[in-house]
T-cell receptor
Framework: SAVISQKPSRDICQRGTSLTIQCQVD?????MFWYRQQPGQSLTLIAT?????????ESGFVIDKFPISRPNLTFSTLTVSNMSPEDSSIYLC??????????FGQGTRLTVV | TQLLEQSPQFLSIQEGENLTVYCNSS?????LQWYRQEPGEGPVLLVT?????EVKKLKRLTFQFGDARKDSSLHITAAQTGDTGLYLC?????????????FGKGTLLTVNP
């Protein structure tokens, strides 16, 4: 199994600012994903983080708003840019090796005021 | 777009009762996963079902994958207060190294003492 650490675990941010969330996996994984979970809701996939190339974004999510980096097989970052209260949510990092189950970090609870 | 419909959305029962949560889709998935999520935590995988008609048991939890691999159910026998949480089903289309998940909206289960 893989252990995923996310930082920060929570933050309160001013509108108009940006926050970068870090995701570290304790073993090499093939795929890394970023999800958003709004209050009382399920998980919505934001993008697939690709190593060494641009992330693949899902419908409704764009790189300018959610830039993602993945410099190596065990680390990725998600930035929430120019935040508004509507961005208040839990952001979750997920990782999986080829053909194996997906693991999740504990999430980052973001509140934008 | 693949969608997973989960029902019921909310469920409040007394300790000792039985319950069933359903997960339905019009799409076929290569596998289906069930997660439980507690407040402030990321989802934790309970089980993965792969074969149509498959039944898996995890103590008091019984998971079934439909014959056509489009639907699944989770049955809990003699629920305990520790079963309280958000139950999520997620369909996977894993081909090669891809392990992208589509999540249902979740069932928020409260087991009262």
């Amino acid at each position: 199994s893989a252990v995923i650490s996310q930082k920060p675990s929570r933050d309160i941010c001013q509108r108009g600012t940006s926050l970068t969330i870090q995701c570290q996996v304790d073993s090499q994984v093939t795929m890394m994903f970023w999800y958003r979970q709004q209050p009382g809701q399920s998980l919505t996939l934001i993008a697939t983080a690709n190593q060494g190339s641009e992330a693949t974004y899902e419908s409704g999510f764009v790189i300018d708003k959610f830039p993602i980096s993945r410099p190596n097989l065990t680390f990725s970052t998600l930035t929430v840019s120019n935040m508004s209260p509507e961005d208040s949510s839990i952001y979750l990092c997920s990782a999986s090796a080829a053909g194996q189950r997906a693991f999740f970090g504990q999430g980052t609870r973001l509140t934008v005021v | 777009t693949q969608l997973l419909e989960q029902s019921p959305q909310f469920l409040s029962i007394q300790e000792g009762e039985n319950l069933t949560v359903y997960c339905n889709s019009s799409s076929v998935f290569s596998s289906l996963q069930w997660y439980r999520q507690e407040p402030g935590e990321g989802p934790v995988l309970l089980v993965t079902v792969v074969t149509g008609g498959e039944v898996k048991k995890l103590k008091r939890l019984t998971f079934q994958f439909g014959d056509a691999r489009k639907d699944s159910s989770l049955h809990i026998t003699a629920a305990q207060t520790g079963d309280t949480g958000l139950y999520l089903c997620a369909g996977a289309n894993s081909g090669g190294s891809n392990y992208k998940l589509t999540f249902g909206k979740g069932t928020l289960l409260t087991v009262n003492p």
